[in-house]
């Protein structure tokens, strides 16, 4: 099965600064590649997504990276607010089957 | 997008007890899964729910100790048998998202937390 390995597993930044998470999968046929945030006390939600015939992906302050040769992807996060502050889990698989990193807790420094 | 309703959102149990958490969709939806999310830890699918037909259980997840039913496109539940303190987790329901692009996003309950004593 697929095996997503998350890095770091936490990151403290200052307020401003860009915020930057990595992760790794095993199989190469997983094709969709999803990040979730989960704030304390709540569910996961899905904050960007890419599928792997796309490289790279942006959404205001948030980007993802994916390098499918290599088998990684990246979440970016530029000019990080409090509000940032959560658990971010990566994910990689198909429809219907997906396998989560092991999380991100990020803390955001005012 | 879709709407999640879990019951109950939290309760605490005694040792050897089974307990049924429910999950009501606001559309009719084909999968279900349901997640398990130990303390501090990430999500880990238990299984996948398909209307009239069994679930299909992970490695490491098995039918007698977590039963699920499937009895109508908007519904499930999950029972947790025999729960022993290594059971205390919240366990989340999920369905993919309904977007013209079918985009496999899937959307999260907010979540049941077991508590066994």
């Known amino acids: 099965g697929e095996n997503v390995e998350q890095h770091p597993s936490t990151l403290s930044v200052q307020e401003g600064d860009s915020a930057v998470i990595k992760c790794t999968y095993s199989d190469s046929a997983s094709n969709y590649f999803p990040w979730y945030k989960q704030e304390l006390g709540k569910r996961p939600q899905l904050i960007i997504d890419?599928?792997?015939?796309?490289g790279e992906k942006k959404d205001q302050r948030i980007a993802v990276t994916l390098n499918k040769t290599a088998k990684h992807f990246s979440l970016h996060i530029t000019e990080t607010q409090p509000e940032d502050s959560a658990v971010y889990f990566c994910a990689a698989g198909g429809r219907y089957k997906l396998s989560f990193g092991a999380g991100t807790t990020v803390t955001v420094r005012a | 997008s879709a709407v999640i309703s879990q019951k109950p959102s939290r309760d605490i149990c005694q040792r050897g007890t089974s307990l049924t958490i429910q999950c009501q969709v606001d559309s009719q939806v084909t999968m279900m899964f349901w997640y398990r999310q130990q303390p501090g830890q990430s999500l880990t699918l238990i299984a996948t729910a398909n209307q009239g037909s069994e679930a299909t259980y992970e490695s490491g997840f098995v039918i007698d100790k977590f039963p699920i039913s499937r009895p109508n496109l908007t519904f499930s539940t999950l029972t947790v048998s025999n729960m022993s303190p290594e059971d205390s987790s919240i366990y989340l329901c999920?369905?993919?998202?309904?977007?013209?692009?079918?985009?496999?996003?899937?959307?999260f309950g907010e979540g049941s937390r077991l508590t066994v004593l």
């Open positions: 890419i599928r792997s015939n796309v």
């Open positions: 999920s369905v993919e998202g309904l977007g013209t692009a079918n985009t496999g996003e899937l959307f």
